[in-house]
């Protein structure tokens, strides 16, 4: 499963978002989805992950109300809204198909997308 993500840019803080990630040749209804990311340094980590059971979402406590997760099985994509975007933000973000077990667990991911840079500076 290949995962292609996109929407990645250089954003002003405050500004918005969107991140669009597809399979080509696949539909990502049955998949739990996830967003991580990675800062230069920094450890990878779930920013959000969007259930295939029932739809059910996570986020992390720094993304609470300001990104939102969806899917759309029709258009075979999977979204992350970003808004009020800051400057710890920055990261490159990669789209994965997590473990339903523990949506949030890098080690569990089955598939990794190349990942989008996204950039917030003034």
């Known amino acids: 499963l290949r995962l292609v993500e996109s929407g990645g840019a250089l954003v002003q803080p405050g500004g918005s978002l969107s ?3 597809t399979a080509p040749g696949f539909t990502l209804d049955d998949f739990d989805m996830a ?3 990675q800062a230069p340094g920094k450890e990878r980590e779930a ?3 969007i259930s295939s059971s029932d739809g ?3 986020y992390a406590d720094s993304v609470k109300g ?3 997760i969806s899917r759309d099985n029709a258009k075979k994509s999977v979204y992350l809204q ?3 975007l ?3 933000d920055t ?3 990669y789209c994965a198909r997590t473990s339903p077990l523990h949506c949030a667990d890098a080690t569990l991911v089955e598939n990794w997308g190349q990942g989008t840079q996204v950039t917030v500076s003034s």
Do not use: D, G, I
Request: charged fraction near 10%; include cysteine; aromatic fraction near 20%.
């Open 91 to 93: 990261a490159v973000y």
């Open 66 to 68: 300001r990104f939102t």
């Open 82 to 84: 970003m808004n009020s």
């Open 35 to 37: 967003w991580f990311r």
């Open 47 to 49: 920013v959000s992950c």
């Open 86 to 88: 800051q400057p710890e």
């Open 19 to 21: 991140l669009s990630c």
């Open 56 to 58: 059910s979402t996570y």
